[in-house]
């Protein structure tokens, strides 16, 4: 089968709907139908309408079975080459489950490898010490990479984005990296703006880096003290004379109680609490872009919030009150429990979770303190995973499953991180408050630029620089597609996608790049992009 031939029969799976005798709504029809694409007409975007893309992201039908269903299956076939259960767990905790985290799962079971993924500061992460030692500003402050910067050195600018690449993609303490992705994204902050080069790599390190698996309240008491946050949303210049709203409304919305449980009376009331909290102005201060509280700037009268009264004549403590109430109050740390408890829920269940899962994690909240661990545990306990379905690789987890699925090692950080841009991915690159949507129809419509990644991400051979020499060198196609399907899905290959790639190797399976090819494939195969 020759490659058009196999992207052909792919277009056509994905097309399918098209193809049924049903007429398809309206929206989705194409305003005059394709020519035959080519397999660079479809890697590279022309002649394709974007609808037909959009429904080529459509569920797959393996994607519409939990775990209980796939037991079922396999009961039923006999095959106990690998465990759903234990997959789906290792899924979650990971950017990707490559044959050596499946083995240790499968060494530990599914408990001991949960307890051992959350209890992160016990795994040995040497091998990712080494790789970021070439950072120069992970522990900087920011008046150490401002003057970095007055002096010409721009580079240390981008240590931020790229050192989060790969923690992302090489640390052992895999799930403690997916849940720093999971609280960057909910305590966005955008790079682009103002001081923000400056400023966010110490948020990262001491707000999100620092409680991604600790306690909420502390989490967000630390976020409440960035100067990060405070510049991003705009609470820097707040006043007694000019309150500035913008930081309290996200404070409520976004990082607590979620829409509709609090007034616009409380916001006016919370901006009051939060004047003269900002940070240290001064350049030639040596604490420069630290926090710093203003008294003269603060408006030292009563205030109330949320039916609490806070008594005239207080200074920084009045915000903190505030911080109180939203976490710990009887009344109101229900329903912060609730908002966090769904997003966690989809982060680490999957897709619109179950109210009683959302429940217990929201009732672990309380009953915790915040305790992030033991919310995360209940998400992805064995009696809720096993009724979980899979979800959609957003594109950095896309990009960094492919880094993790054979050894690779990255020089030059351009290449991937145009690739995220290219995808709409990139860390830190979006401007809104809310993080980077975790949800399927946000993402759904990006397949193009997923093909045109799996394209070429193994088919270059110089940065990333992977070693395939496991899929190189003296071997038939049956043990070729054998190391495939345990290297890049885990002992899980679809029928559909083993035909498909074993025709296509086969072809010329002598040629290093009709396998490197056949790798790219794999990459954009429907399977690959759920987890």
């Not at 404070?251 to 916001?267: A, P």
Request: proline share 5%; aromatic share 14%.
């Amino acid at each position: 089968m020759g490659i058009q031939a196999t992207i052909q029969r792919k277009v056509s799976e994905f097309f399918q709907p098209f193809t049924t005798s049903d007429t398809p709504p309206d929206e989705l029809v194409a305003p005059s139908p394709p020519a035959r694409p080519s397999r660079r007409d479809i890697l590279f975007g022309r002649g394709v309408p974007s609808a037909l893309l959009g429904a080529a992201m459509s569920i797959p039908a393996f994607a519409e079975k939990t775990v209980e269903d796939e037991i079922s299956d396999q009961y039923k076939s006999g095959d106990k080459s690998y465990d759903p259960l234990l997959r789906r767990l290792v899924d979650r905790c990971t950017y990707g489950a490559s044959a050596d985290d499946l083995k240790l799962a499968k060494q530990m079971g599914y408990d001991e490898y949960l307890d051992y993924q959350l209890d992160y500061n016990q795994i040995d992460d040497g091998d990712l010490n080494d790789r970021l030692s070439d950072f120069q500003s992970l522990n900087w402050s920011a008046k150490q990479l401002a003057d970095a910067a007055n002096e010409g050195n721009y580079e240390v600018f981008y240590e931020a984005i790229n050192s989060t690449i790969v923690r992302s993609a090489y640390s052992k303490r895999q799930l403690y990296e997916r849940m720093v992705e999971f609280w960057r994204d909910h305590f966005n902050i955008y790079i682009e703006k103002d001081y923000m080069y400056y400023v966010l790599p110490t948020d990262t390190r001491e707000v999100v880096r620092k409680h991604a698996l600790g306690k909420f309240p502390d989490m967000l008491w630390a976020s409440a003290h960035s100067p990060a946050m405070l510049i991003y949303l705009d609470n820097d210049p707040s006043s007694k004379e000019a309150p500035n709203q913008n930081y309290a409304r996200e404070l409520m919305e976004l990082h607590t109680l979620g829409v509709g449980n609090y007034t616009q009376k409380d916001v006016e009331e919370v901006a009051r609490c939060f004047t003269g909290y900002s940070f240290v102005w001064e350049y030639e201060a040596a604490n420069w872009g630290t926090f710093k509280f203003y008294g003269w700037a603060h408006d030292r009268g009563k205030k109330k919030v949320l039916g609490r009264e806070i008594p005239k004549k207080g200074g920084v403590e009045d915000a903190e009150i505030v911080l109180d109430i939203l976490t710990a109050d009887p009344n109101y740390a229900p329903i912060t429990g609730q908002f966090i408890g769904r997003k966690l829920a989809n982060w680490l269940w999957g897709y619109n979770p179950p109210q009683a899962l959302v429940d217990s994690i929201a009732d672990t909240y309380v009953s915790s303190g915040g305790d992030i661990k033991k919310m995360a545990k209940v998400a992805l306990s064995q009696e809720w995973l096993a009724q979980s379905l899979p979800k959609l690789k957003r594109p950095y987890h896309l990009v960094m499953s492919t880094l993790r699925m054979v050894p690779s090692t990255i020089s030059d950080f351009w290449g991937i991180r145009y690739t995220l841009s290219l995808m709409g991915h990139e860390p830190y690159q979006w401007a809104p408050p809310n993080g980077y949507p975790d949800t399927l129809d946000f993402w759904a419509g990006g397949l193009l630029p997923r093909w045109r990644y799996g394209s070429y991400i193994y088919s270059q051979n110089y940065n990333p620089l992977f070693n395939l020499k496991a899929f190189e060198g003296d071997m038939d196609v049956k043990k070729f597609m054998n190391r495939l399907k345990t290297t890049f899905f885990g002992g899980k290959m679809t029928n559909s996608d083993k035909e498909i790639l074993e025709a296509y190797v086969s072809e010329d399976f002598d040629s290093e790049w009709r396998r490197r090819e056949t790798l790219g494939l794999a990459v954009s195969s429907s399977n690959f992009q759920w987890y």
